[in-house]
């Protein structure tokens, strides 16, 4: 038998009519028609208290505890209507306690399932990473071993072929370190007031030869100050700004040109990598700062990279507590962009 409001109210107002009926027949001048009036008066009366009270104040309410526990098994939490109303009833707060509870649970279990996928998607990608310049180092090394080239010139460009995969896996192996090390904050920072503009001329003359290859027009603005001073770690702006040319030429056709510039307000230095490449589209610049993401997969192994340049800037930048700021257009190119602080400030110094 299913108990609800309804019937139990029934069964309540008839106890209570009877009582009050049978209290009311033991005085004599109460006639029996006045007793059957009080009967009806008590039993409806009490039945639509009754059915108020247990319909509205506690039914109501177990009956949304129980749709609200169905949603939580289903993990439906936005079907839940969270009403904030009727602080008076008890039951009603429950189930508030409960919801605010649940959601809590739930926000920590979608956060753990986004880093569990997140965990192996990247075990995915740094398998199918590693494996791409061992297969290929294997594949020379076993080929020599074999004995199948005997050519002393053929031999040599196996060997150099080799080494060069080798190198790029430990180039590899290397930025995941870097990335772990800055995560896990196993780098300690070294800020320092330095000259932002000569740090970038060093970073320039290690990639002359390079953009000389590809006919690139390498150089800092004719507008930028003689001296930019920025108070950061060394190292590190010496990493995002290897990075960052490295990518504007990589990235560029032949004739292109690379132009980096100093913006000086009054607190900050805003340093601009400007690039006439192939630029990103829209749809990709979001995600250019995850790991191993590239635009063209193909194009981007092709051209040496494992992807894993700007989600170095990017953490490098975070411990700066700043950001890399892009901006760019398909097919007429891309500006890098990041702010330091000109002196030490609150800012930095407790990351130190
Ligand atoms: N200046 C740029 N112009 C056009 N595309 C760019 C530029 N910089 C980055 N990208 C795109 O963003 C992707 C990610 O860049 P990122 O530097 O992280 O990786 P990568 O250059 O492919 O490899 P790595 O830097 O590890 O050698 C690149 O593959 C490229 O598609
Ligand atoms: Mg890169």
Redesign the pocket.
């Known amino acids: 038998m299913v108990f609800n409001s309804r019937l139990i109210a029934v069964l309540l107002a008839f106890c209570i009519a009877v009582v009050t009926t049978s209290f009311l027949s033991l005085f004599k001048e109460v006639s029996s028609s006045a007793l059957v009036v009080t009967f009806l008066i008590s039993l409806s009366s009490t039945y639509l208290l009754g059915f108020i009270i247990l319909e509205f104040l506690i039914f109501r309410e177990i009956n949304k505890i129980y749709n609200l526990l169905d949603n939580l098994r289903k993990s439906e939490l936005t079907a839940i209507d969270q009403n904030k109303s009727g602080l008076f009833n008890p039951l009603k707060k429950i189930n508030e306690e409960i919801f605010s509870y649940a959601a809590l649970k739930q926000k920590e279990i979608d956060e753990l399932k986004k880093l569990e996928a997140f965990r192996r998607e990247f075990i995915a990608d740094v398998s199918h990473e590693l494996k791409t310049p061992i297969f290929a180092a294997q594949g020379f090394v076993h080929t020599l071993l074999d004995g199948a080239v005997k050519d002393k010139s053929v031999r040599n460009r196996f060997l150099k072929k080799a080494a060069k995969s080798l190198d790029g896996l430990d ?2 192996v290397q ?1 995941l370190l870097t990335l772990s090390q800055i995560e896990t904050g196993e780098i300690k920072m070294h800020f320092e007031s330095f000259d932002i503009r000569q740090l970038a001329e060093e970073v320039i003359d290690q990639f002359e030869n390079k953009a000389e290859k590809k006919d690139i027009n390498l150089k800092i603005s004719k507008h930028a100050p003689e001296e930019v001073f920025v108070y950061a770690d060394w190292q590190r702006i010496n990493q995002v700004l290897t ?2 040319i ?3 030429i ?3 056709n032949k004739n292109g040109k690379v132009t980096i510039d100093f913006q000086i307000t009054t607190s900050h230095v805003v340093t601009r ?1 400007r ?1 006439t ?4 589209p829209p749809e ?1 610049v979001k995600r ?2 995850e ?7 193909s ?3 092709e ?11 990017k953490h490098i930048m975070e411990v700066h507590k700043s950001k890399v700021e ?1 901006s ?1 257009e398909p097919g007429k ?2 500006v ?1 962009s990041f702010k330091l602080p000109r002196e030490a400030t609150l800012q930095t110094s407790p990351a130190e």
């Open positions: 180039i590899l930025d990075n960052l490295s990518n504007a990589k990235y560029s990598v690039d490449g192939e630029g990103i990709h250019i700062f790991r191993f993401y590239r635009v063209d997969k194009r981007s192994r051209k040496g990279g494992t992807g894993l340049g700007l989600a170095i800037v892009v760019s190119g891309s890098f």
